[in-house]
């Protein structure tokens, strides 16, 4: 499809796996009976903060 055609911005919750000695990696928390939109994602500690959050949410959309 052309870029963008019928793509609907999505949000989605993520829950801490493991860290890493730079990132944390989350696991995506998609409702029962719903494929995950991201699956796995790697954020670089500096980023969180002090202490990692155990729980994160993501949104993905088009940009402009």
């Known amino acids: 499809p ?3 055609v019928n ?3 999505t949000v989605t919750t ?9 990132t944390v990696r989350y696991n995506e928390t ?6 995950p939109v991201v699956n796995t994602i790697y ?3 500096h980023a969180l903060g002090k202490t990692a959050p155990q729980n994160i949410k993501v949104t993905v959309e088009e940009t402009k």
């Open 14 to 22: 993520f829950e801490l796996e493991k860290e890493t000695k730079n």
């Open 2 to 4: 052309a870029k963008g």
């Open 30 to 35: 998609p409702d029962e009976g719903v494929a």
């Open 7 to 9: 793509m609907k911005t």
């Open 43 to 45: 954020i670089q500690k």
